[in-house]
């Protein structure tokens, strides 16, 4: 994937607040593009596959689930390889309303609905 494919018409989709900061998500013609404001100043830019969404809520509708069971369980390992990625997929779910962050921990794992 180019960055020219991934920054080509961009569109704001939502935002997934986190533990520590809010995350924005833009949706564009090859993925999702998650965006953070870090302490020195930047940005942090994260890409989820626009697939993701769809395989979360395919298989996990009306469950609980956290980062690390989603990438145990989707059966997708090409989707959530990456040690962020299953948490960035859930963001953007949250973003875009088809999946809420709950209060409940498991450890120290955000526990996110899928709806």
């Avoid at 779910?93 to 899928?114: C, D, S, T, Y």
Wanted: hydrophobic share 40%; charged share 25%.
């Amino acid at each position: 994937m180019s960055v020219q494919s991934l920054f080509k018409n961009l569109q704001y989709t939502g935002r997934a607040d986190g533990d520590r900061r809010s995350y924005e998500v833009l949706q564009g013609e090859r993925g999702y593009l998650i965006v953070a404001s870090n302490n020195r100043g930047g940005f942090n830019v994260s890409v989820v596959p626009l697939e993701a969404p769809e395989v979360i809520a395919r298989r996990f509708h009306g469950q609980q689930i956290t980062g690390a069971k989603l990438a145990r369980q989707s059966r997708r390992p090409d989707l959530f390889r990456d040690a962020f990625a299953p948490l960035s997929a859930l963001y953007v779910m949250v973003a875009l309303g088809r999946a809420r962050k709950l209060q409940k921990r498991e450890g120290r794992a955000m526990v996110f609905k899928i709806q």
